[in-house]
């Protein structure tokens, strides 16, 4: 499965904006797909993951009610609406793809992983 993650940008505090994750190569149907960011100078970590079906969705204490997780799999593409942008949700965003579970998933046990995108969010 190839992976590209689009839609990032500057944007200011407070904003909402929307990332897409198009996947192409096999059926993305078959994996669970989820976002994961890395701030300047830290660690990658994980921000919130869909099931197959896009029924069930995790996310990170960070995320938990300002981001939104979905998936469309006729269009082979997953979303991660952002809403109320914090300075400190500046990173490059990466989606990425997995054969096990969403709590696999979260513990970064990733098949596929795109290119990310740049979100940065100034104050």
């Known amino acids: 499965v190839q992976l590209q993650a689009s839609g990032g940008g500057l944007v200011q505090a407070g904003v909402s904006l929307r990332l897409s994750c198009a996947a192409s190569?096999?059926?993305?149907?078959?994996?669970?797909m989820g976002w994961f960011r890395q701030a300047p100078g830290k660690e990658r970590e994980f921000v919130g993951a869909?099931?197959?079906?896009?029924?069930?969705?995790i996310y990170a204490d960070s995320a938990k009610g300002r981001f939104t997780i979905s998936r469309d799999n006729v269009e082979n593409t997953m979303y991660l609406q952002m809403s109320s942008l914090k300075p400190e949700d500046t990173a490059v965003y990466y989606c990425?793809?997995?054969?096990?579970?969403?709590?696999?998933?979260?513990?970064?046990?990733?098949?596929?992983w795109g290119k990310g995108t740049l979100v940065t969010v100034s104050s």
């Open positions: 869909i099931s197959r079906g896009g029924g069930s969705a």
């Open positions: 190569g096999r059926t993305s149907s078959n994996y669970v």
């Open positions: 990425a793809a997995g054969s096990g579970s969403i709590g696999v998933l979260r513990r970064g046990d990733v098949n596929y």
